[in-house]
């Protein structure tokens, strides 16, 4: 399943440090890209860096208008937006698993109609308030069922080792 | 099964909405209560006009010593720190399911080597690098196993009505 993730709105510089866990949490949750427009150019490096370092070819796309990426993307991909007000979570899990290819879209602050307009589910993690960054973690692992986190990253200067007690990290640039 | 979540360091303005986040999906994902230190006391004020609004009766507790917070709860709470260089959730969740009382500990920034110490269980929500907030929002969705959206919250002003498009809300303080 190919997933991207669309960020719609952005609080400046005050949402900087969410900015960045959602873009961690797409990468390490198994999207390909997140597109997102007005965002401190910062965060590509900050990407491009966690990638380096713990592998993966994820990208950050920076866009000028997200209403037109979502209306050219609804061509290929199912829109999946995130809401609290929408369909419970547990009632379309099942068919969000057996596209191909899902756009998840998710507001940084109030969002227009539109988007619920153009979504193929409105999906709800709960319908109580809660952060934009657990709705798509939540929704991705229920989707990908825990999968995401056996994958190995390709390309990884670091590797972590599971252990009970402290850190183990392997570093794979020493042969 | 009752939860708190205890959150270490904070990189105070700049963490500000990341605080927010968290505080808000520990009382959507079941936990009863927030510890926290040098936080900006405005939260309290936000998740109160939460509770408020959507119900539920979810704390903010101010403190001055995580330290001392974790070693009084290590008496009656079973410690349950998230990292990622800790064991795969996919083998503790099960053991975590049968504890009366967890006391989460998730950092905001470099955690201490006593935190690994005093943990019963360090859990690696996946190896790779993402956010607090995700990483607790899957661990608590993975132990209550979704029940912890099914619950209704008492007191509420209003309450979500889920739907596939729009926005439908109960508005419970008409009679």
Known sequence: MKIEVLRIGQRLVRDDRVTTHVALVSRAFGASKILMQEVNPEIK???SDVNRTWGSTF????????????????????????TMYGENIDSVVDKIR???????????????CEAYDLADYNVAVGNQPHSEISALAVLLDRVLQGRQFLKKQENAQKEIVPTKRGKKVLDKTID
């Open 98 to 112: 057996q596209e191909e290819q899902v756009l998840i879209v998710i507001g940084a602050e109030k969002v227009p």
């Open 45 to 47: 490096k900050t990407i």
């Open 59 to 82: 990208e950050v796309e920076i866009i000028d208008n997200w209403r037109k990426v979502l209306k050219s993307k609804k061509n290929s991909f199912k829109i999946v937006h995130l």
